[in-house]
Nanobody
């Protein structure tokens, strides 16, 4: 199984980015998929998760209303559309897959990507 994130970069506050997570070896339709972020010196934070088959979707309070997670079964890819970015959104963003969104909510993940850096300048 391989999860490959892309789409990170440098953006000004108020801007937008779309992260992608391309999956190989598993179907994003059959797994709960999630996005996490990590800042050096801080705990990893769960940002969003989705399990398409059950319709279960969640967002952390810090991104609710600004970030939207979606999936494309044809491309076997999940996305994180990030709008109204803030400097505090600066982090390495990771994609993860697990059996349930409940597991993702507590930070569990069977599979992880390598991460993509998002930097938001003020």
């Amino acid at each position: 199984v391989q999860l490959v994130e892309s789409g990170g970069g440098l953006v000004q506050a108020g801007g937008s980015l779309r992260l992608s997570c391309a999956a190989a070896g598993l179907s994003v339709d059959n797994y709960a998929m999630g996005w996490f972020r990590k800042v050096p010196g801080k705990q990893r934070e769960g940002v969003s998760g989705i399990r398409k088959r059950t319709g279960d979707t969640y967002y952390s309070d810090s991104v609710k209303g600004r970030f939207t997670m979606s999936s494309d079964n044809a491309k076997n890819t999940v996305y994180l559309q990030m709008n109204s970015l803030k400097p505090e959104d600066t982090a390495v963003y990771y994609c993860a897959a697990d059996d349930t969104t409940s597991n993702l909510r507590v930070g569990s993940g069977d599979y992880w990507g390598q991460g993509t850096q998002v930097t938001v300048s003020s």
